[in-house]
């Protein structure tokens, strides 16, 4: 498995005593992000609200297209929870 890039806060109770029994909670954790962490996945769970053209979109393709910038003002990520 390819080594994670990303920086992690776990705070566990007994982190000191088995430093074996962490790097495999973390190496599980990841494998948990890498899975859950996809375009689709965003996509499903935000919508775009467009306040210039009182519209509100759930495409995939709009959203990616808001988070990569190239939206004008008043244009608003939502979460749908």
Do not use: W
């Not at 994670?4 to 948990?32: F, G, Y």
């Amino acid at each position: 498995m390819k080594s994670p890039n990303r920086d992690l806060l776990v705070l566990v109770k007994h982190a000191h005593d088995n430093q074996e029994a962490m790097e495999q909670e973390l190496t599980q954790l990841h494998s948990l992000l890498l899975d859950v962490e996809t375009p689709g996945t965003f996509c499903s769970v935000y919508e775009v609200i467009d306040c210039n053209k009182f519209r509100v979109y759930a495409d995939q393709k709009r959203i990616l297209k808001t988070i990569a910038g190239g939206e004008s003002a008043f244009v608003f990520l939502n979460n749908k929870n």
